[in-house]
């Protein structure tokens, strides 16, 4: 029987996997098609994509910082050069901490640390019970397994939806809300835009970042990627869906009419709802681990809204567990 299920491949449940790997054996399941969750990297044609979620790193702890540096040196992750601005607003940009991008994409970093680990991806672990000192998982395609251990590194929400009847302390009595948020793929023609990346303080059009500047590969065309605000995505996201084409023009237009860029022709998009984008209001503590029932779960939301809060709660988790 396995050591230790792992729910999730994004930045927690891949740096919990690498480390649990060492002393244990493991396998990782996450409903979505690939590696990354919100660092996920969205293919267009060959090396041609987007950065979906996530779009750069700025690490600000002595653990993290140690930890990509490694990655630096390893060709995994590059130092962005592009400009962060604030689009018509006289705000000064933050130079303090330095900005981080996958050489390949954002999800670099899990493919790097999930290498040579079990993956197995379309695979939504719906149901977990506790049966003679192990767990039952069972996924949406029936599919079920047994392990000794269970790690979820899943949002607030779902963690809560799943296990809440296990954890007996106070972590799900918690008012923890994950803001929503619409992202739009765009690709169009080469425009003479300089910038790279941008806030607005538009009340629809929160963040524009611009695909070329990460300067992964050679594009004749531009790639944006356009972020609603919060307090757009928690109206629509929902149910964003069944009118996918309108909430696209949605965030297209504004772009537009904000930077009065000239679009002669869109020659791709795809719309994709976060419902669980992030939380800005950090808890008391870093990850949750049970060693009676076998029960660890860690998430960025432990910490904060960025992916240096999902590897910090998963190295956590991983010194209780050792
Ligand atoms: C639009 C956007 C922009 C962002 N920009 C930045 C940024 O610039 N800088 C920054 O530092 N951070 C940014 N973030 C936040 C960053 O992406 C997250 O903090 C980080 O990726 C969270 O990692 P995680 O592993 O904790 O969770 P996730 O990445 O959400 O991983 C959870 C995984 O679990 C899977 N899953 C969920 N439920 C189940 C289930 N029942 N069964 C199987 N699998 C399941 C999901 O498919 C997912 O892959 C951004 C996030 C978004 C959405």
Redesign the pocket.
Known sequence: MLDFCI????????TIAHYLKKRYSINV????RGV?????FKRYKGKIGFD???????PRSKEFKSFTNKLIKKKILKHWTGNHEFLNQKVKRDKKHVKLIGVKGNNDISKFLLKNINCNFQ????EMKRQKDCWYLR?KDNKYIYSKNLIL???FP?AKK?SSKFVKTKLFKNKLIMNS?L?VLLMTNKTGIKASSFFTNDKVLGWVSKENSKKRFKCNKDLWVL?STFEYGKRHTENYRNKKKFYTNVLINKFKKLTKIKIRKIYFTHIHG?K???NSKPLKLQSFWDKKIGLGI????FGG??????WL?AKDLYNKIK
């Open positions: 729910i999730g491949s994004g930045i927690s449940g891949s399941h996450d409903k979505a990354g969750g919100r660092s996920s979906h979620g996530l779009q750069y790193l700025s695979s939504e672990l719906s996924f590194s899943i949002p779902q799943l948020s992202t972020q976060w669980y984008s992030s860690c998430g960025d939301w809204p960025r992916l240096e809060n999902g709660s």
